[in-house]
């Protein structure tokens, strides 16, 4: 968006670029009056307006969010725990929904449940791998529409946009790389009096009538374990 808004004192013209905003004022006094002012104004404008071409269109809009939400409780944005009980009523398993979209673009979840795994971490590890490798795709297909959208006035993608996208697609990479770790499950908190610091352990809660002895099925060591999913 481009516009020039009158402060009284001086005309103020500005863009947004990359959720920023670029502006540069004109004093009416130091042109001598309005009617200059608002002209050079107009001038400042074009010259921001070509530094910076862009369609009329909106810009395309990112499809996650550039940050995890403060109100993300695992430490990544598109995942919940939740519980699901089996049609016919014989089990119940906690799990760790991953939120993502198909490959025909329709809103879906995937679930991680916790008796699949030794830990709630690594179950939770192995859902912020499965969230962060679908984000990462995401931004490749997001940087595709960006320079199909700019190709509309012959030009490149603004070097402020591409930034912001090379600096998520590093965070995602380097999640990647320590194998999935988000926040702790729990914030550490200082105890109330007589009271320990110890964390108690979460387990999942399954249920099963007749349940078969579980078996040793040999396990990869953790890190390779979760970079294999």
């Known amino acids: 968006m481009a516009k020039i808004s009158d402060t009284g004192t001086d005309f103020l013209p500005r863009i947004y670029v990359a959720g920023r905003e670029i502006a540069k004022g004109v004093a009416k006094r130091k042109y001598g009056g309005e009617k200059a ?8 404008l074009a010259e921001l307006q070509a530094q910076y071409p862009r369609p009329a269109s909106p810009l395309p809009r990112m499809p996650f969010y550039r ?5 993300s409780k695992y430490g990544w944005s598109g995942i919940s725990r939740s519980t699901k009980t089996g049609y016919d009523g014989n089990w119940r398993g906690e799990y760790f929904g991953v939120v993502h979209t ?4 329709q809103r879906t979840q995937t679930a991680f ?7 709630d971490e690594e179950a939770l590890r192995a859902a912020v791998v499965f ?5 990462l795709d995401q931004l490749i297909q997001y940087e595709e529409r960006l320079r199909a ?9 603004w070097k402020e946009l591409m930034d912001i996208i090379e600096a998520m697609r590093a965070e995602r990479l380097a999640t990647l790389a320590s194998g999935g770790r988000p926040r702790p499950l729990e914030t550490r908190r200082d105890p109330a009096a007589g009271q320990s610091l110890a964390r108690e352990t979460i387990r999942p809660v399954t249920t099963r009538l007749d349940a078969p002895q579980a078996k040793d099925i ?5 890190e390779d374990f979760i970079l294999s999913l």
């Open 218 to 222: 040999g396990l990869l060591p953790d």
């Open 67 to 71: 940050r995890p939400q403060r109100t």
């Open 113 to 119: 449940y916790l008796h699949h795994y030794r830990t």
């Open 37 to 44: 002012a608002y002209e050079r104004a107009q001038e400042i």
């Open 131 to 135: 969230r962060v490798e679908w984000e």
């Open 102 to 105: 198909n490959e025909f673009g």
């Open 149 to 157: 959208w700019f190709a509309q006035v012959g030009a490149e993608p």
